[in-house]
């Protein structure tokens, strides 16, 4: 790690940069896909451990590649991007995944793809039915933790989705169907533990334990529906209890858009969770205190690490250091331990272009910067 | 029974719109053929409510960005604020930040209703936010207090249904879950009983329902019972019918007997026993029958395969063949 305090850490997905895009369709590549590639090439260096893959595309000859190849070189990009920019534990930027929800879904059975749902303005998500028992032919992410492996220069950490939040997402029929009569509140909520428990233990657990068999020591489960329903934390729990009990790694849950006062106390007994990567920096600002919500644990002193968001991943506008810094130092007060800190984005950076999410964590990289030198060399 | 069916909130965009509109955001086709491809859209929900034998037509309302924005982007006072979760779910709306107290602009709000909606409006249902839920999810920096920002609301809305109805619509639906997920008490709650007074004095004939979802219902019955509208919606996925308290003699009931959370088709029969068990224990007079939470939670096709059930249920409450 760089430091004694706030260790950094990205959250999840990166925008795909176009030319791995269009590299894994059939049109191909363009003019402006090649000028891309080469541009970041110039700047973060990040396909020269796949020389011949490389070479490929700067010498004109990117239409050979494979779409696995150019996978690869997806992969990798998001691993140096975010290297470079000095993060102390990375990923790949989820360069395989579709997204969280639709890609582990596709590699689950018993599940049907249904059209698109709106998420918010234009942007719209892919949600699933469940018509049948979850099951899972091969562990998930086992192949791309791998490749991550065998590249990284810095700790990686992978990310998956939470078995309770890919049940939210999804609709129920069969587990639904099970219950006897109208479908009331009473059935669906026994329904939906029964949901997120098959996840749990016949998706998520075989995969949990194939990663770890091969060398991975960090999985963060996202649990974005989490805070949607407060009143389900003990499902939640139950899901990532069963799906790391016995388990030697360590574990983190990310959760986001929440009201987190909302899931204590109960949250605390997902008891092999070391870390709760949270998002503040979207609600703080404008007169609002984002991070205000910290004096909260002070009531539960067991509580895991907090991975603090300090960027906002909805918006354009670059947060500067200082700015990071502050909340940083805003933050370490409300918790009163900041060896307890970690610092990362609110979510992941998918949402930005990519030069604004670059921008953003170099910033957030700058700021920890500062505040790690202002705690550890306070101004008397 | 006095029965009737209508949509209770937006639907959801087809997947030709969901490529219309995507593509506009991405810089790819101009506003114009997105237009187009929303004036299909909206033909095609008017279509499917005419099949289904609606009362009340709503033609999907699919340009709503959300429940808020139609009136926030269209009155004075308002700023559009950070991205927010929608109740429980995994949708978002954009709150809306209160700068001052708030005006209405005549005839904004109206203009952007859908065009089949402004072409005949004797047939129309417009969705409205409910002002509570609207004063509790927007964020108030107006300087007046929550209970006055609540009561203002009430009466903007009443000014807006005023106008409306001078234009000939008569049908109103106000999406309010907030009463039942964090139900007002004390002086709000009287707030919200003044709120809806100024929309039932400007519906003046017309049929105004506040609309419930997302939480039971039944904690909550006593306070909307005092709510000046025709009918009180309430939504029986998440209240169960033998919870529902006995309700004032033949006032107008709604129920949400689809829930959009989930793909799996209710049973007609099972709809037809709780809608009936439901109006008796609430003695209820005309009942309304729709999807209890926004059927845009679910993809355009499924949602348009589970309004078949409100079809069949009728039907069958009407004395017509189980199907």
Redesign the interface.
């Given at each position: 790690m760089s430091g004694s305090l706030f260790p950094t850490q990205e959250i999840g997905s990166l925008a795909r940069p176009r030319w791995q895009t269009l590299g894994t369709r059939d049109g191909g590549w363009d003019a402006d896909a090649q000028a891309e590639f080469s541009r970041w090439d110039e700047a973060i260096g990040f396909a020269r451990d796949l020389p011949d893959a490389r070479n490929a595309v700067l010498a004109g000859r990117a239409a050979e590649l494979a779409p696995e190849a150019v996978r690869d070189l997806g992969a990798l990009f998001g691993l140096r991007f975010l290297e470079t920019v000095g993060l102390d534990r990375v990923y790949d930027g989820e360069a395989r995944r579709i997204e969280m929800y639709e890609y582990p879904i596709r590699r689950m059975t018993g599940f049907r793809l249904e059209g698109h749902v709106r998420s918010f303005d234009s942007k719209y998500y892919r949600k699933a039915t469940v018509v049948d028992r979850v099951g899972l032919e091969h562990p998930l992410h086992v192949e791309e933790f791998d490749f991550v492996r065998r590249h990284a220069k810095a700790e990686p950490k992978l990310p998956l989705t939470g078995p309770y939040t890919l049940a939210d997402w999804s609709y129920d029929e069969y587990y639904l169907a099970r219950q006897p009569g109208w479908k009331g509140p009473a059935a669906r909520r026994a329904a939906k533990r029964e949901f997120v428990v098959d996840l749990a233990r016949r998706a998520v657990r075989p995969t949990v334990l194939a990663l770890v068999e091969h060398g991975c020591r960090t999985i963060q489960f996202d649990e974005p529906a989490a805070g949607t329903h407060p009143e389900e934390t003990d499902l939640l729990v139950e899901g990532f209890n069963a799906a790391t009990e016995g388990i030697d790694a360590e574990f983190l849950m990310h959760v986001c858009f929440s009201d987190y006062r909302a899931l204590l106390p109960g949250l605390l007994e997902a008891k092999r969770c070391r870390q709760w990567a949270w998002e503040f920096a979207n609600r703080d600002g404008d007169g609002a205190d984002g991070y205000e919500v910290l004096r909260t644990l002070r009531e539960y002193p067991g509580h895991p690490s907090i991975g603090l968001g300090v960027l906002d991943v909805h918006r354009d506008p670059v947060e500067t250091p200082r700015q990071v810094a502050e909340r940083i130092g805003r933050a370490a007060k409300y918790l009163g331990d900041p060896s307890r800190l970690w610092v990362n984005p609110d979510c992941g950076l998918r949402t930005r272009r990519l030069e604004v999410a670059r921008a953003k964590l170099e910033a957030m990289v700058a700021g920890t910067r500062l505040a790690r030198a202002e705690f550890e060399n306070p101004r008397r | 029974m006095e029965l009737n069916v209508a949509l209770t909130s937006p639907f959801?965009?087809s997947?030709a719109l969901?490529r219309a509109?995507?593509d506009?955001?991405r810089g790819r086709v101009p506003a114009a053929s997105v237009e187009e491809e929303f004036r299909r859209g909206e033909l095609a929900v008017v279509e499917l409510e005419r099949r289904l034998g609606c009362d009340a037509l709503t033609a999907g309302f699919l340009r709503s960005?959300?429940l808020f924005r139609p009136i926030a982007e269209r009155w004075e006072g308002f700023a559009i604020?950070?991205?927010?979760?929608w109740?429980?779910?995994?949708?978002?709306?954009?709150q809306p930040?209160l700068l001052a107290p708030p005006g209405r602009v005549p005839g904004a709000f109206a203009a952007g209703l859908p065009p089949p909606l402004r072409e005949g409006p004797g047939r129309a249902r417009i969705l409205l936010p409910g002002p509570y839920t609207f004063g509790q999810l927007l964020?108030n920096?107006s300087g007046e207090t929550d209970l006055a920002v609540v009561h203002r609301l009430g009466r903007l809305l009443g000014d807006e249904v005023a106008d409306l109805r001078r234009q000939g619509f008569g049908s109103f639906l106000f999406s309010d879950p907030l009463l039942v997920t964090r139900s007002p008490t004390g002086p709000m709650a009287e707030s919200v009983v003044e709120a809806y007074r100024s929309i039932g004095r400007a519906a003046d004939g017309g049929t105004s329902i506040v609309w419930t979802y997302a939480a039971?219902a039944a904690p909550a019955l006593p306070l909307l019972d005092r709510l000046d509208v025709s009918a009180v919606g309430i939504d029986?996925?998440?209240?169960?019918?033998d919870r529902i308290p006995p309700g004032p003699e033949g006032r107008g009931l709604g129920l949400g007997v689809l829930?959009p959370?989930?793909?799996?088709a209710?049973d007609p029969a099972?709809v037809v026993?709780?809608v009936r068990a439901a109006a008796t224990r609430r003695r209820a007079g005309p009942v309304w029958l729709g999807p209890g939470a926004p059927l845009?939670?679910?993809?355009?096709?499924?949602a348009t395969r589970k309004v078949e059930i409100l079809a069949r249920a009728r039907s069958t409450l009407a004395g017509g063949p189980a199907r």
């Open positions: - | 959801p965009r997947e969901v509109t995507r506009l955001d960005p959300d604020g950070s991205l927010t979760r109740l429980s779910t995994n949708t978002f709306f954009r930040v964020d920096r039971d029986l996925a998440d209240t169960e019918v829930d959370r989930t793909t799996l209710e099972e026993r709780v845009d939670l679910l993809s355009a096709e499924s």
